[in-house]
């Protein structure tokens, strides 16, 4: 008889920072601990909901899984030489084709222009049974052979990706709306800021306009690339200026008399928040370009068609009469479609040994989207080293049309190399290139792969990691086989249009708690291994993970369905693809209907 479980009582606060201390009374029975064990004992209860979610908490497999609305306005004409592209285009010249078959002018001799077709550009590829392009003509003509089994992989790469490191030494462009001038600076550096003076209130204030969002809360402080009279750290007056949605992008210093051109207006520099000053070293942020590592392998994708869902958009197709095409074949060609997918992975993911940028257990998973072009309508001009491929950058790096014209940036340019995603590239050939030139594709990824994406900023103070600006990919059409109006010879030093798209999708699999906890680690039960430990203070910070199933106050945490020892995540993804100088919000013909009002209203 007696009692031998050792018992241990432990302060709510010592847990958790949220919880409440209360008085705790322990019975200690004096009852018999040792029980004879029966075979085959059907008597004991066993608690379902409490096993459920045991299993719950302990596993860490995942089958991730996303519905895709593609929506993109086909915006790019051009003209090509390549038989195979000029059969298949939707054509935008109908009606001075048929005058020129009505003046009896040889067909060898119209201009063909027009799109490419929507599947040009879809997830999933319809055209195995295209004459001339994707099975042989009557002339034994053909561009590339099509394996039905590829027809999701021709286009785009779908994969399941983490955060796995942070790149620190990546060089940044952005164009300053107000100056027209371009910021260049190291990624590590902070934020960059053009300099302004103005006044706020009727207070003479130091303006810094900056390119993305600051993140910055009135009463911080900023630590600048500049110093005046060598002090270089200021604190925040003030945020915006009298135009509207100013506040995320401009902050103010109080000026008390600068003298010298330390702030005069036009200077630029780069600056880092700092949360205390009196503790700066545990709250200055850092900044960098988040890695990803590659999960999958692009054939564990499984993409299907969603069974009773479209998007909004109608289709716009047409009948092209085989009177005027190049092959002599009538077919449907389609400009605008509405696609909507399902996308899951047939391998699931064990996140067990996995750790984030910030060596945490991951808290996201990310749907990577990767644009292939294998069917050879992009890529493919030839640059000193070899072929051209996807190009990368960030959301500031899209130029507002207002300012541009519908231009590039020049980020976007073939020749600068720090915009590249080197990316590996594959080519091909085939008897009918344009002199003997070839195809050129982004090759499949592999897990374990990696590939860049979002400009981020991190607190070691907060425990929170802010997306600055959304990272994004461009492709460029082949002008040796489709010209949307730019010269092959000097495309190389320019930026040609293109189509962006952002490659990187969260899915939140796991919640940190919306407070900090913190305390020393003799009286902390349950220290997590990635608590950061300040010096200054001699005390762990850290964000605690919530159970899955627990949602707080302010709706954080996760609540996904769980069978058969697996998570099932899920999200809606809407996927753009954005044209040059396009509302890249919004589509740019979309008309949305007044409600209809009637008696029934």
Known sequence: MGSRIENRVVLGSLRYKSSPDTNLLFQVPLVQTAKENIEFDRTLTVQLEQLYDDERQASTIFRPTCKISLLFDNVYSGTSKYYPFQSSLYYENIAGMIGNVCSNIPITNFKYSGYPQFYEFDFMRPDNNISGYTIPDSTNQIHNFFVNKSATTYNWGLYASYVYDNNKTQQMSALDIGSNNTLNWVVSDGIPFVVYRTTDQNQTVVSFRCPVTHGLSVGEFVKLSINYLGQDTFQVYSLGDPYFGSDEYIFNIYDVGFTGTTFSSGNTGTFKRIIDITNSGDTISEYYVRKHKILTEEDFSVLTKTGFEQQIFNKVKRLEKATYTPNKQSRISLKQGNSVYNLSFNEDIDIKPLRDNHFRPISELFFTVVWKGYMGWTFGLSKPGGFYG????WEFNIPPTT????????????????????LPLGTYTTPLGV???????VEPLSSGDTIDGDYCEWNNYEQIERVISDMYHKF????YYFNIGVTPSTVFGNSAKGYYYKPHYSLEIKAFSDYLEEGESQNIVGLPDYSYFSTTQNKFIWRDLYPYGYIDTNNNGVDYPFLNGTHYPYRDIIFRLIGEGSNYNNINDTVVSEPTIDNCE
């Not at 996807?390 to 950058?393: A, N």
């Not at 300012?403 to 080197?422: Q, R």
């Not at 460029?476 to 002008?479: A, G």
């Open 390 to 393: 996807l190009k990368q950058g």
């Open 403 to 422: 300012l541009t014209g519908n231009t590039p940036s020049s980020w976007w340019d073939n020749i600068n190399t720090n915009s590249d995603t080197n």
């Open 435 to 441: 002199s003997g030139r070839p195809f050129t594709y």
């Open 476 to 479: 460029k059409f082949n002008p």
